[in-house]
């Protein structure tokens, strides 16, 4: 190192790889978490869900996180909080700063904990209680959650803070060994921006969430096109829409057998980010249940009509032939009868002089 400018270190920390970020959407649905109370309770699952951010926070110091929660009448944030509250006013002095004779503005529980770590979780913590606090007896018996408000959060705040990283960093500080194919490379450098990622972390029954497919189905398109890997962990049940998800952006599914071993799942399967899981195997499902939600009843399908011009998917033929979307008329026709099924064709056989049907020797080719 150049003992007067430190210009070897500077042109070091210049080809450090950029930040991960990582989204939590954090499923908070009263009701699925009732019946998972006697597996794994919500205050465990949060506790182990702290200690996982914690140590995506731990592996690199630029690291990034973001906490969403997907309630069951809306999505709000739990870090970083955009609306934060202001100190109480008699612990403000006459100049309108905190007074510090004993008042301390962090909790006390937080004085041995590295700081980062004692923000998020007073922050994710405190939110939590304030949301779950003004939850009212209709919200508790829902049985969905705003998935795709959570997702869209999610997308924005990854779009901010790519932008922002790359007006501060610009391009040249900017790893390129996890360039996606078919990018352009100027001189050995690749504008990709922070290393952003999705984990979402549901309990929800999948059939009761068809009514947002679009909205859904439009942030996978987003998160596919912009090389963001969605990983989901599937505390309850299988969700259909979740699991294409994952297989579209290439992210991690996993169906949690034992949700007691909810972190050791988080450790091992979804702490890597994208540039340690290319030395990693991975685990993969193979049997993606591709079904679709219809436009018209929001119910998954297994067989259904589609529109042949905007492409949106009745479970029935809609009324008069005309697209509920896009208004276009349809010849339907009669849907209700069988196609024609032509007989196959008989082989023609060679009679033989005594009468026997024989079919015609094919002879042995020769060298």
């Known amino acids: 190192m150049n003992a007067v400018d430190a210009s070897e270190h500077y042109?070091?920390?210049a080809s450090e790889p950029a930040p991960s970020l990582l989204a939590i959407v954090l499923d908070i649905n009263p009701h699925a978490w009732a019946l998972l109370e006697e597996q794994l309770p919500f205050s465990k699952a949060l506790?182990?869900?702290l200690v996982f951010i914690n140590a995506h926070l731990a592996c690199n110091y630029t690291n990034e996180v973001a906490v969403i929660a997907s309630h069951s009448q809306r999505a709000a944030w739990l870090?970083?909080?955009h609306n934060q509250q202001k100190p109480s006013p008699n612990l403000l002095d006459a100049d309108g700063d905190v007074e510090m004779n004993g008042h301390a503005p962090r909790s006390s529980n937080n004085n041995n904990m590295y700081r980062p770590f004692g923000i998020v979780e007073e922050q994710v913590t405190e939110n939590v209680r304030e949301l779950l606090a003004s939850t009212d007896a209709a919200d508790v018996s829902a049985t969905s959650t705003m998935m795709a408000g959570a997702l869209t959060?999610?997308?924005?705040?990854?779009?901010r803070r790519t932008m922002t990283w790359a007006e501060t960093h610009g391009n040249s500080n900017i790893d390129t060994s996890n360039a996606p194919t078919g990018s352009s490379t100027t001189s050995g450098s690749v504008s990709l921006g922070l290393q952003s990622r999705i984990l979402?972390?549901?309990v929800s029954s999948s059939t009761d969430s068809a009514h947002q497919y679009i909205p859904i189905m439009n942030s996978i398109f987003a998160c596919q096109r912009l090389h963001i890997p969605i990983d989901v962990c599937k505390l309850s049940g299988d969700a259909v829409f979740l699991q294409q998800a994952s297989d579209a952006t290439r992210g991690v599914y996993m169906s949690l057998k034992e949700p007691r071993g909810l972190l050791q799942y988080l450790m091992m399967a979804f702490l890597p980010d994208q540039r340690s899981r290319k030395h990693l195997i991975l685990p993969s499902r193979v049997d993606v249940d591709f079904r679709a939600a219809c436009f018209c009843h929001r119910r998954v399908v297994n067989i259904g009509w589609v529109c042949s011009i905007c492409l949106s998917i009745f479970c029935e033929p809609p009324e008069n032939g005309d697209c509920l979307t896009c208004g276009t008329h349809l010849e339907i026709g009669e849907?209700?009868?069988r196609p024609a099924v032509l007989a196959k064709k008989r082989k023609k056989r060679k009679t033989r002089l005594n009468g026997s049907a024989t079919p015609t020797p094919t002879p042995t080719p020769t060298a």
């Open 335 to 337: 849907y209700e009868l």
């Open 79 to 81: 870090y970083p909080s």
């Open 11 to 13: 042109e070091n920390v």
């Open 200 to 202: 979402i972390v549901s």
């Open 153 to 159: 959060l999610a997308l924005s705040h990854i779009n």
């Open 47 to 49: 506790a182990n869900l």
